[in-house]
Antibody, heavy 118, light 110 residues
Framework: QVQLVQSGAEVKKPGASVKVSCKAS????????IHWVRQAPGQGLEWLAW????????KSAQKFQGRVTMTRDTSIYTAYMELSGLRSDDTAVYYC???????????WGQGTTVTVSS | QSALTQPASVSGSPGQSITLSCTGT?????????VSWYQQHPGKAPKLMIY???QRPSGVSSRFSGSKSGNTASLTVSGLQAEDEADYYC??????????FGGGTKLTVL
């Protein structure tokens, strides 16, 4: 079945970087964009960025420009989101989601908890 | 890009109908055909409920419906059921290839 499986929880120190992976299965990986979304504890959803697995083009929210990098490895059907210069307020669950027809997120990963703490 | 505005909480009794609002600007909700709504239960990933303003994915109950007027999108849940208790988020194209979520509404079924 169609699914996205994300990498495991991470604990990082302030100033470090984290790279979260999102492995797709059950569909043509390069046919659908991937959105990255996060949710801080007790807070709402926040859109970070998208990547086009086919061409590799990306776009991020202005808030994260310069700090977030999206890449992909089409040979293993995996998208990556790397966030640098981590701060305590980056502590959140990070989700990847498949973008269907370019406008809706129909399949979500299970989420990756990133904890930033000294 | 500021988050879209949603009421923090809404409540209703079983069987009632409630409407959740999502207010943006002419740069996002007002000019976007691509407003979607997501339901999230505690500890779970979000689930798509409505897309393109009023379209319902297969498998989503017909009790859920969406609409838009000007800069405000709305999600109506009719015949409230206990299982509808969750957080609901709107999501809109915001121009410049960017997207934005609403702050979320906690729906409580009394």
């Amino acid at each position: 079945q169609v699914q996205l499986v994300q990498s495991g929880a991470e604990v990082k120190k302030p100033g470090a970087s984290v790279k979260v992976s999102c492995k797709a299965s059950g569909y043509r990986f390069i046919g659908y964009y991937i959105h990255w979304v996060r949710q801080a504890p007790g807070q709402g959803l926040e859109w970070l960025a998208w990547i086009n697995p086919d061409g590799g083009d990306t776009k991020s929210a202005q808030k994260f420009q310069g700090r977030v990098t999206m890449t992909r490895d089409t040979s293993i059907y995996t998208a990556y989101m790397e966030l640098s210069g981590l701060r305590s307020d980056d502590t959140a669950v990070y989700y990847c989601a498949r973008v269907f027809r370019g406008v809706l997120m129909d399949v979500w990963g299970q989420g990756t908890t990133v904890t930033v703490s000294s | 890009q500021s988050a879209l505005t949603q009421p923090a909480s809404v409540s209703g009794s079983p069987g009632q109908s409630i409407t959740l609002s999502c207010t943006g600007t002419s740069s996002d909700v007002g000019s976007s055909e691509f407003v979607s709504w997501y339901q999230q239960h505690p500890g779970k990933a979000p689930k798509l409920m409505i897309y393109e303003g009023s379209q319902r994915p297969s498998g989503v109950s017909s009790r859920f419906s969406g609409s838009k007027s000007g800069n405000t999108a709305s999600l109506t849940v009719s015949g409230l059921q206990a299982e509808d208790e969750a957080d609901y988020y709107c999501f809109s194209y915001a121009g410049g290839s960017t997207w934005v979520f609403g702050g979320g509404t906690k729906l409580t079924v009394l």
